[in-house]
């Protein structure tokens, strides 16, 4: 008989397993480009235009999310949005795949990465149309992929702003203008990359004629990659601070922030933007490790 153990088959655990592998992939990643910086392969790989710690790349990167929601409410309206969609699915996933499998391919001195992290990306998309659980594993890897890249792009303060940026957004695409709750359904409807989801249940007591009865009711979470690979991009970015608790602390941080988030999301059976909660978290944690961190100093 299975097991109807709450804490095995409950999703928020699925979602922060899944989340937690996906900041750990992301700095391992950046951290290999972070340490090899000043050679010209992963120069070739910064994604901003200014130097790492310009202001100006928080405005490039918040440019180009806003552009791409643009572009999404377009492709949304259009009779072959399905096509669209799964071609940058396509694009977003095997790219971003591509990037993880060659940082670490590189990092081992194996012969051929590019060709064999393209090899590598090109694998894995196929097995995630052939068998649709693997989108989790997909997304993930192309989460930690775009979490390493922005990271390793910009410098500690810029990305801070950039997440509180994205926190705000997040809060306005969800709660206002609903466009991003829209996204989500049809992602998840088409199960694409652009989210990871668990199912379990949930158990539900209930008291009839004095005598309490158990039954499980099915329950069903999903998160964006984006809240993912921002969380992602901060603790890289953290990591250039030159002390490994900035970047423990700050992930410890982006747990907690999204745990709560989950319960409150299973609980009330509602959509709730996660950046914020995440955002917030992770933020105090890291001001929180300065602060502690410069009293030890001065004792």
Do not use: C
Not at 77 to 104: H, N, W
């Amino acid at each position: 008989m299975a097991k109807t153990n709450d804490q095995l088959i409950n999703p928020t655990n699925q979602i922060l397993l899944l989340f937690i592998v996906a900041q750990f992939l992301a700095l391992i990643v950046g951290k290999i480009m972070i340490d090899n910086q000043n050679e010209a392969t992963f120069q070739a790989l910064s994604m901003v235009p200014e130097e790492p710690g310009s202001p100006g790349n928080v405005i490039y990167l918040i440019m180009s999310v806003l552009i791409a929601a643009a572009l999404l409410v377009i492709i949304m309206m259009l009779p072959i949005r399905d096509v669209l969609i799964r071609f940058l699915e396509f694009l977003a996933s095997v790219i971003s795949m591509i990037i993880v499998f060659f940082v670490i391919f590189y990092a081992l001195n194996i012969e051929n990465a590019d060709a064999l992290s393209i090899m590598f990306g090109l694998i894995f998309y196929i097995a995630r149309m052939t068998y649709s659980p693997f989108r989790n594993v997909v997304a993930v890897i192309a989460s930690a992929g775009v979490g390493a890249l922005i990271g390793f792009s910009i410098d500690p303060l810029p990305t801070v702003l950039f997440v509180i940026l994205i926190a705000v957004y997040d809060m306005i695409a969800v709660w206002w203008t609903g466009h991003m709750v829209q996204f989500a359904k049809h992602f998840i409807s088409m199960q694409t990359t652009f989210t990871i989801g668990a199912e379990g249940v949930k158990e539900i007591v209930t008291r009839k004629k004095g005598k309490l009865t158990k039954t499980f009711e099915p329950v069903r979470l999903e998160l964006g990659t984006g809240d993912l690979a921002i969380p992602a991009a901060l603790i890289v970015s953290v990591y250039k601070l030159g002390n490994f608790v900035f970047p423990l602390m700050t992930f410890i941080g982006a747990v907690i922030g999204l745990y709560f988030i989950l319960k409150r999301a299973q609980e009330e059976k509602r959509v709730f933007p996660a950046m914020p909660s995440i955002a917030v978290s992770s933020i105090i944690m890291l001001m929180f490790t300065f602060l502690a961190l410069a009293v030890l100093n001065m004792l």
